[in-house]
């Protein structure tokens, strides 16, 4: 039963993580039609902040939303699971955005490098995501403690 659990999170994070190589293409495709706004640096300082606010709430949400006291609150693996997956779309979404602001400075007139480097970023952010959870899932399942307490001990 966990192992089908899991394999919809593991959907869920490859066609998060897929999205990153859809954006790529959409970069290389844009063309630069307008030159970068007149704030020039300050714009792209500006969104580089928001992205880097995206990376750290999505690390820190993650750490925050599966403290041990909130893993062992659960009464079933089902209603465990179900949380891991809504807040699982909710982080990988925060390291998607980032992405989608590369995409808008390119669209702004900004050298495809500033875009690639924020998709990297997110997919990178994507990756450190799928490390902890996979770390998180590990420890849930391995507790024969925890597990018989989620009542999914045969």
Request: charged share 10%.
């Amino acid at each position: 039963m966990g192992s089908r659990k899991k394999n919809k999170y593991n959907i869920l994070w490859l066609a998060m993580f897929s999205s990153s190589f859809i954006y790529l293409a959409v970069v290389f495709f844009l063309r630069n039609s307008a030159s970068p706004p007149a704030v020039g640096s300050m714009l792209v300082f500006a969104l580089a902040g928001v992205a880097g606010a995206c990376l750290v709430a999505s690390v820190i949400l993650f750490k925050i939303m599966f403290a041990p006291d909130k893993i062992k609150s659960f009464s079933g693996f089902h209603q465990f699971t179900s949380y891991f997956q809504q807040k699982a779309i909710i982080s990988m979404s925060l390291m998607a955005d980032i992405g989608v602001i590369g995409i808008v400075l390119k669209a702004l007139g900004y050298p495809s490098l500033y875009a690639i480097s924020f998709i990297i970023a997110g997919a990178a952010g994507m990756i450190v995501h799928r490390l902890q959870a996979e770390a998180l899932w590990k420890s849930v399942v391995e507790d024969p403690a925890l597990m018989a307490k989620m009542n999914m001990m045969n």
